[in-house]
């Protein structure tokens, strides 16, 4: 294609996508059906225009520009009749009644339907025939999908289609709420950014990249924002899911053809995308009307969102990959039995596969890298609303903590020239336990017991908060963020999570932990009689202890992470399957360990009827205040430390003990002087957050 016809077919693809922004916005103002027809005429004539010159452009010639002409002109005038009745009986209407028709007195959502279908018509159209414009090919003979495959994934359709809905939100800024403007913008972008729509490899590079930033970006809103809004219109809430539900489709088909050269899935989303935008641009209303919906009361719901974004996540950290590493390095590096034999092996090496595939996905550098992002975003703004000088330290630390040794050392170690083998150094390379850094060689055991006696040691000493708050790195990060702070709820609310309710082993906790446990140390003993050479054991062609620790945190960690609304938050605590998990707590509990929380006066907790620190505990401690009132304080070997009780606390009356007091207090020194109450910042949102002097004054 030479630079004046591309020159040319831009400026006409730019005038396109600002007259199509011009009639959204008309179709989004009609309020009666003589205006709604008169909008959807004007783009039928679009179409039909379009549809003329496509007769044109399948077999150039004077002899089809004459049909073209003739073909559009017949079209235009069979349009004309549908809008003349409307017309027509809108008048007579207004004779029998003497009044105008009464607004939006028509189907409203078929009207939108209507105009979406143009809307997408006029865009089908126009990038087939700019397409055989600027002489690319669009197969014709090899079947429906390498057709609107050809269509749809061309630079025509996809930037005129990215720049119709920007535009169009622009032009609908004042009739959208601030929060779905911003939304709707990122799909613009993104529709933008889509890596096929150009064959330039450097253009797929860059729009790898970049769209997943965006996509990250609008990740991090959305969660915020569904965190800062307790409730909305039933109406955001279905979009929300359906934009979930489609940005998770598509990084699937992004993943597909990066990684196998299959298309047809991304094609679809890009119209899934677009139908969605204009439906949520052409009937916003629905984001201002209906009753106020708490979605933290619709498990399934939160479920659902938590569900697509983690699809999300895992397809675009496996692109990521697969841009990073190379398709076929990357694929290489995934375990992958041959689907071949009886109908029960070949079932047997789909699930096998499946699961390293995941397991391999989740544990790789790229996609901790955007959980890091995403979640630590969400860290980031709890911290800004965190008061306490000491709860605020420790969420930086955590995340330090995250990106060093979750994303850093494990990404970025081998890299290094000359350092010695991960797997061989204490806690860098055991950082999860038992499996961590490999298969249990001789070499590495005394690498994984200084392991366990370093967490171990700082478990006695600042409490299990040490590791399940700090040194785990992924449950910190991921359930101390803003959103799950909302979810707290779902731990008492859940049929799972309130049999786990409280710092009492109930028999299912015990029942759980138990099975970690054994399966740890069944996992362990014989890992290190397969180095020594006695049995010769694998798991899913793996270490045994290598299996465990992919079983436990490549896959069920996230299958946990994602059912939250039905098991309750922080449920690797809470639940008790984590065995590395169990060792905090058996050096931090009742009997042993010096963390604890205290309170400054028992009466206070006394006269409390809030229950506060109870509501705000993300493991569930609702026994919390009984043990303050009579004892002063409180022990538990579920207790992490996070602190939100000491947040939440309307009295201010809690604070941590550990080995500084037990310490100093040794040492004959005053204890640490706690913090001033409200020193700064606000309250949590999401506990009680009456300022003090409203709170009931407690007798004391
Ligand atoms: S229980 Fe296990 S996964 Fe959960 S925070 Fe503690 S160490 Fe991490
Ligand atoms: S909210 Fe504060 S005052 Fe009330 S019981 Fe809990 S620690 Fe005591």
Sequence with gaps: MDQTTLVVLSLLAALMAYTTAVLVRWAAGARTASYAAAVLFLFA???????????????????????????AAILMSAFV??????????????????????????????YAAGAIGLVLANEFLMGWVFSLAAGLTIPLNQGAIPFLEAVVVSPWFIFTMGGEMLLSAYFLRERIRPGIRIILAFQGVLMILSPPALAAPAWATFAVYAGSAVMIGLVIYLLEFVA????????????????????????????????YGW?????????????????????????????????????????????AVFVTEVFMGALLDLQAGGPSAWLATVPAGPLVGSPAMVAGHVLANGFWWLATVTASTWFLVMMGFEMGALVYFKIRETRHRELRLRLWILVGVFASTTVLIPGFWSKIPGVPDLATIPFLGWTMGIGSGGALTSTVILAV????????????????RALCSVLCGMAPLMFQGTLMDRMKSFNRSSSVGHKYLGSRF????????????????????????????????????????????????????????????????????????CPWGMVGQAVSNRRVGLFRLKVKDREVCKA???????????????????????????????????????ESCPYDN???????????????????????????????????????????????
């Design 81 to 110: 009749f549908p809008l003349i009745y409307v017309l027509t009986r809108e008048v007579r209407l207004r004779g029998t009644t003497g009044s105008a028709p009464p607004e939006t007195a028509f189907n409203t959502a078929l």
């Design 228 to 259: 800062r809004t307790p409730e909305f219109p039933p109406g955001f809430a279905t979009y929300t899911l359906l934009l979930a539900g489609i940005y998770s489709l598509m990084m699937a088909g992004l993943y597909l053809w990066v990684g």
């Design 449 to 464: 017991l200084s392991t366990y006696l370093l967490v171990a040691g700082l478990c006695f000493l600042f409490g299990r």
């Design 506 to 577: 109930s028999a299912a906790f015990s029942i759980t932990g138990a099975v970690a446990l054994s399966a740890a140390l069944g996992v362990t003993i014989v890992s290190y009689l397969n180095t020594v050479g006695a049995l010769n054991v694998t798991i899913v062609g793996a270490d045994p202890t290598v299996f465990l620790y992919n079983l436990n945190f490549g896959v069920v960690w996230y299958l946990l992470f994602v059912t939250v609304p039905f098991v309750g938050t922080y449920n690797c605590v809470t639940l008790g399957w």
């Design 45 to 71: 004539m679009m179409a039909a225009m379009f549809a003329g010159a496509l007769v044109y452009y399948l077999h150039p010639g004077p002899v089809t520009l004459a049909e073209g002409f003739w073909f």
């Design 654 to 700: 809690i604070y941590i003990h550990d080995v500084r007091h037990w310490l100093r207090a040794r040492l004959g020194r005053p204890a640490p002087r706690p913090e001033p109450p409200f020193a700064r910042g606000p309250q949590l949102p999401m506990v009680n957050s009456r300022p003090a002097a409203e709170l009931a004054p407690l007798g004391k």
């Design 608 to 646: 409390c009827t809030t229950l506060d620190c109870a509501k705000a505990c993300p493991i569930g401690l609702v026994d919390m205040p009984g043990h303050f009132r009579t004892r002063g304080e409180f022990r538990s070997s579920k207790c992490c430390g996070v602190g939100d009780c000491i």
């Design 263 to 307: 298309l047809p899935l991304f094609a679809l989303v890009l119209i899934l995308e677009m139908v969605l935008f204009f439906d949520a641009l052409l009937q916003s209303d629905r984001f201002s009307a209906g009753p106020p919906w708490v979605w933290s009361r619709s498990p399934r719901w939160v479920f659902g969102l938590l569900a």
